[in-house]
């Protein structure tokens, strides 16, 4: 087995822990059809936003789909590999910059013109056949994978103390949160997505890096 065959098989691991549980806890609205429309319009929205970010390769306008939250967001990019470091979170103008650089992929993603190209989804083929009672959408058609989680379980999501401590605090106020998952560039991405106002808004992102 290979390292990063090995790598992809703790993530999977790891996110099946984290997401995998029965349907009458996660449950955060009781109106199945109002939650459906939620989830349609979830989904219309990380399309957009991944195609805005990754094939029209507009950071400017793909940070709009970020919360004004996600600015606070002390356990963002929290990740050794992400390459941020304290001093990157010590405002909100400097959270709002770190997030702006993140959106820029010139550096690291090819050009494609559509999703298709820019998103695999070889390694998240076993994942979403493991949580096929889980994910909301489809994979094959949709190059992401989305799933509805409880706020507490995001704290898994983070490596450090601070972090961890930070999303405990935070997230006994927070809403509905859903989880999209994404591998640009043989890498793996995962956006939460919480509600702001009548849309949805990406409050935190984890990476694992390969």
Not at 40 to 61: C, N, P
Not at 110 to 131: H, T, W
Not at 177 to 196: H, R
Not at 199 to 205: D, S
Request: hydrophobic share 45%; aromatic share 8%.
């Amino acid at each position: 087995m290979t390292k990063i065959t090995a790598l992809i098989s703790f993530v999977i691991i790891s996110i099946i822990f984290i997401i995998e549980m029965p349907q009458t806890i996660i449950a955060a609205n009781t109106d199945k059809n109002a939650n459906n429309r939620d989830e349609e319009l979830l989904k219309s929205q990380v399309l957009q936003f991944l195609t805005t970010w990754l094939v029209d390769r507009d950071a400017v306008k793909a940070i709009d789909s970020f919360s004004l939250n996600a600015f606070s967001n002390e356990a963002i990019f929290d990740e050794e590999c992400s390459g941020i470091r304290d001093e990157d979170r010590n405002s909100k103008d400097d959270l709002k910059k770190t997030i702006e650089k993140f959106l820029k992929v010139d550096d690291w993603l090819p050009v494609f013109d559509s999703l298709n190209g820019a998103l695999e989804i070889d390694v998240l083929l076993p994942l979403n056949k493991k949580l096929k009672n889980r994910v909301v959408n489809t994979l094959i058609q949709d190059r992401f994978l989305l799933v509805q989680i409880k706020p507490s379980d995001v704290v898994n999501l983070t490596s450090q103390k601070k972090s961890r401590d930070f999303m405990k605090k935070y997230l006994k106020q927070s809403g509905p949160l859903y989880l999209s998952i994404i591998s640009p560039s043989n890498g793996i991405v995962f956006l939460v997505w919480e509600k702001d106002g009548a849309n949805w808004k990406i409050f935190h992102v984890s990476l694992v890096c390969m």
